[in-house]
Antibody
């Protein structure tokens, strides 16, 4: 069974860049599309964007100028980079596997999430 | 962007109750509507995709219906494990927006 595991720095200073990794086990990262989603403390889910099996990306407009998603096939993992952090970026960050379009692009496997706190 | 509005924002129900949660899209999304369950401190889990398809392994007391702009998640007989927050998500067009969530609490 496929499993996802996010990892990151935990604490980042304002204006700095966040780098997160999502390790994929039990399947090839190139076989699926992947979403990144975040959840500020006590709030709802916010879709950041997706990257497909060809490396094509689609980002939520509020993140367009700050976010980069990539796939590393040699390590079988995904990466998320988010620049110019502010306190509003404090959240739990999730990676998730997308089902095919004809199955709704639904996120059927999620990582456990990694908490990121932006604070000086 | 397509806005997703869930109602109610929260509800209280008893074990065995039938529970319905509504999700309305600001424009038509065909059947591209998914439902997730999230428990405190845990990642969301997928329940239903494409409006009414039950994910394998999800109890049959969960069902989804609707098309176009109006959708419903129904729990036919609420169980103790079902107390959680439920989110709808549209994947008709990016950005793939979520509803604000519906918290199901014990009465």
């Amino acid at each position: 069974q496929m499993q996802l595991h996010e990892s990151g720095p935990g604490l980042v200073k304002p204006s700095e860049t966040l780098s997160l990794t999502c390790s994929v086990s039990g399947g090839a990262v190139t076989s699926y599309s992947w979403s990144w989603i975040r959840q500020p403390p006590g709030k709802g889910l916010e879709w950041i964007g997706y990257i497909d099996y060809s490396g094509n990306t689609n980002y939520n407009p509020p993140f367009n100028s700050r976010v980069t998603m990539s796939v590393d096939t040699s390590k079988n993992h995904l990466s998320l980079t988010l620049k110019s952090l502010t306190a509003a970026d404090t959240a739990v960050y999730y990676c998730a596997r997308d089902r095919p379009k004809w199955e709704g692009d639904a996120c059927d496997i999620w990582g456990q999430g990694t908490m990121v706190i932006v604070s000086s | 962007d397509i806005q997703m509005t869930q109602s109610p924002s929260s509800l209280s129900a008893s074990i065995g109750d039938r529970v319905t949660i509504s999700c309305r899209a600001s424009q038509t999304i065909s059947l591209y509507l998914n439902w997730y369950q999230q428990k405190p401190g845990k990642a969301p889990t997928l329940l239903i995709y494409t409006a009414s398809s039950l994910l394998s392994g999800v109890p049959s007391r969960f069902s989804g219906s609707g098309s176009g702009t109006d959708f419903t998640l129904t729990i036919s007989s609420l169980q103790p494990d079902d107390f959680a927050t439920y989110y709808c998500q549209q994947t008709y067009s990016p950005p793939r927006t979520f509803g604000q969530g519906t918290r199901v609490e014990i009465k």
